[in-house]
């Protein structure tokens, strides 16, 4: 939090009432640091302009300092892309040699070893290419959840600094000095 360094007696010969410089030099909340009134306005005075002056810029911005939106959840990806790719791959070559198989006589006429040992290497070739296919899979996922939540957290500052840019152009046109 901002302490304003205004002490009572230089709030007093700028020409604050003693309330104000008061409240100056005792440390007042966020909604007051950075706010110097420019033209004499009374403490009062200077907590409604600040009051307005947020609910306008709430109101033309979307954004409520007090209660920012919640930070972007953290999903957690699921793991194991490589292994689900490997197992589907493997069953998928497993029926897709048996199938192929199944067209050619030469392979009725094969001794069980041999066709076991066929659809053994057809399902290692199509396991390791899905291995590489869910790996893939889970990277892409992991970009467009890293994405979505960069994006989100844009907008939050966007509407944040759209809050703050209303906020002192509010206050500024009312005649104060606004420092963030």
């Known amino acids: 939090m901002i302490r304003w360094s205004v002490s009572r007696r230089s709030a007093v010969r700028r020409g604050l009432p003693v309330a104000a410089a008061w409240l100056l030099a005792s440390g007042p909340g966020p909604a007051w640091s950075g706010v110097t009134p420019n033209q004499g306005q009374s403490a009062e005075q ?14 033309s911005s979307g954004y409520d300092p007090n209660a920012p939106p919640p930070a972007p959840a953290q999903t957690t990806q699921p793991k194991g892309g490589r292994v689900r790719g490997a197992a589907a791959g493997a069953a998928a070559g497993a029926a897709a040699a048996q199938v192929r198989g199944n067209q050619h006589e030469a392979y009725d006429k094969a001794s069980d070893e041999a066709k076991q040992e066929y659809r053994q290497n057809q399902a290692k070739g199509a396991a390791a290419a899905g291995a590489v296919v869910g790996g893939s899979k889970q990277r892409q996922d992991r970009r467009a959840g890293r994405q979505a939540a960069d994006e989100q957290a844009a907008q939050q500052q ?7 840019q209303a906020y002192q152009g509010c206050l500024t046109g009312r005649g104060y000095s606004v420092t963030p």
Do not use: G, I
């Open 46 to 59: 200077m907590q409604k302009d600040v009051a307005e002056c947020e609910a306008a810029a709430k109101q």
């Open 158 to 164: 966007s509407a944040a600094n759209a809050y703050q």
